[in-house]
């Protein structure tokens, strides 16, 4: 009989799952359910070591002589700090070898309570990967602890380097009440002929990428693919993804090519498709899960191999031609920003130039009307320093380096103004609707006195801080005399700034 803790059901399944056949454990009470489930589950043999220092290096002369990682099981508190002479000798010679800590209730730490202590994140130095499995209570804390999981186990197979589970453990800890382990979702590692066999076993193929600057172009892709990409990613061809991904069928396989990805809508679709086979590109060792149905990494150091062999498996079918036919469609705009956006990319369509745009409307705009490579901070998606990278563009690259900003972006990064030697080649564009019109979106919001502190409400405008830091400075408070003062904020001269700020505000 196997433990009822879900978190050790799936760690025990998948372990089995890539091939671990040997486990090293250790004396302890945190650890029993989790060395219960290692002896009752068929394929993994077991050996009892009571020193863990001595244990972990046996673990690691099973995994030398077999090639395949093996586990060392220890209990919570200083059991774990043991096991690291050996994780480090283990990341030296390039050994996978899997240290799983059982761990207590996070709560617990620093409360004079027995065998506590900071256990995620000990060993980090000599691991390529450290994962804190969560106590599962729902559907997304099974799908996280099902992905850390498989995330883990085949880093230390691909990379040959120790990995760190570490299982925190509430009482009970004694209920083996289960029968049989769960069927779980394996990630495997694939080569770039698995999938390119794939390809042509589906008929309803998208290739998906988010942010990156290191891609070959995708056009020629469009002719066997549906190509999803929004201007953060530099590939060559951009659609209006947001608006268009709800009008396609759902793909059977899912090429994603990494990368942050703004719309909300493709992203909730593409977790919808929960029958297409999906595979993630991995160009630096890390894999990401998230459309939370990833069945296939494949490890790469060019994409481009990866780009040119889908792009020779690719034959015109009705999917592709579908989504090409979608892409033609006129974009609407929504509000009086956004067709300063709009307007602002058709001037700009001819112009050797660069523009880095901020988050949260701004970029979404962008995602809407671009259709050529942006900037945008996307990393962490932070509002606070979008103008000081636009400054730090302007002055490396040469170009004009033209900012969309919203008001709230602004006046947080204003600072980036403040220097004696401000660029002359950067122009900056303030959306100023009086807060974070992203807030809008959030109708249970609409008449609560609370959303006013939760937009930002003001009624300042930029042109105390351009008279401040001699900037100059252009103040439009409706659409019919925009283009005029888009012509002056992309007119030659030293640094300039446009604000757009409607009457009604």
Same mark, same amino acid.
């Given at each position: ?11 025990? !399944? @998948? =372990?089995?799952?890539?091939?671990? &056949?040997?486990? %090293? ?8 359910? /989790?060395? +219960? ?114 995330? !883990? @186990? =085949?880093?230390?197979?691909?990379? &040959?380097?120790? %990995? ?8 009970? /800890?004694? +209920? ?330």
């Amino acid at each position: 009989m196997f433990s009822d803790k879900t978190s050790l059901a799936i760690l025990t !399944a @998948l =372990l089995r799952s890539h091939g671990v &056949n040997h486990a %090293v454990v250790c004396p302890g009470s945190r650890n029993a359910a /989790l060395v +219960n489930n290692l002896t009752a589950c068929q394929g993994i043999e077991c050996h009892a070591a009571t020193d863990e220092r001595s244990a972990a290096f046996e673990a690691m002369g099973i995994s030398l002589a077999s090639g395949n990682p093996a586990v060392v099981c220890v209990t919570s508190g200083s059991a774990l700090l043991n096991t690291l002479p050996a994780v480090a000798e283990a990341w030296h010679q390039h050994v996978p070898l899997v240290v799983i800590s059982a761990d207590r209730p996070a709560a617990w730490i620093d409360q004079l309570d027995g065998q506590t202590l900071e256990q995620p994140g000990a060993i980090d130095r000599w691991c390529c990967s450290s994962v804190n499995l969560p106590e599962v209570r729902d559907d997304m804390e099974r799908w996280n602890c099902n992905f850390l999981t498989n995330k !883990a @186990l =085949l880093l230390a197979k691909h990379l &040959n380097r120790p %990995v760190h589970i570490n299982v925190p453990l509430s009482e009970p /800890l004694y +209920n083996f009440t289960e029968k049989k382990l769960p069927e779980e979702r394996v990630i495997r590692e694939r080569t770039v002929d698995e999938l390119a066999e794939s390809v042509k076993r589906h008929a309803r193929v998208m290739v998906v990428t988010g942010q990156n600057r290191n891609l070959p172009s995708l056009a020629n892709l469009g002719f066997g693919y549906a190509v999803v990409s929004e201007p953060l990613a530099w590939c060559g061809t951009w659609a209006d993804c947001d608006s268009l991904i709800g009008e396609i069928e759902e793909p059977d396989m899912v090429i994603y090519l990494g990368g942050t990805i703004v719309s909300k809508r493709v992203k909730e679709f593409l977790r919808k498709t929960r029958n297409a086979e999906q595979w993630y590109i991995s160009t630096d060792g890390e894999f990401a899960d998230t459309f939370m149905n990833l069945a296939n990494v494949v490890f790469v150091s060019d994409i481009s191999c990866v780009v040119e062999r889908l792009a020779n498996s690719a034959t015109a079918n009705q999917y592709a031609e579908r989504w090409n036919e979608l892409r033609k469609h006129v974009v609407e705009c929504t509000s009086d920003e956004e067709t300063v956006v709009s307007r602002l990319e058709s001037l700009v369509k001819g112009l050797d130039c660069n523009l880095c745009y901020a988050n949260s409307m701004s970029v979404r705009y962008a995602c809407r009307h671009a259709r050529h490579n942006i900037f945008c901070n996307r990393g962490v998606n932070g509002i606070e320093g979008s103008l000081s990278t636009a400054l730090g563009i302007a002055r490396g690259d040469g170009k004009m380096c033209l900012c969309v900003i919203g008001d709230l972006s602004f006046f947080y990064d204003c600072n980036a103004l403040w220097r004696n030697d401000l660029p002359k080649n950067l122009r900056i564009l303030v959306l100023n609707n009086g807060g974070g019109k992203i807030f809008e979106r959030f109708t249970a919001l609409q008449g609560n006195e609370a959303r006013r502190f939760v937009a930002g409400s003001h009624g300042a405008t930029c042109e105390g801080i351009c008279e401040t830091h001699n900037v100059g400075y252009r103040l439009v408070d409706s659409l019919a005399a925009l283009d005029n003062a888009l012509a002056w904020l992309l007119s030659d001269g030293n640094v300039k700034l446009l604000e757009y700020k409607n009457k009604q505000i």
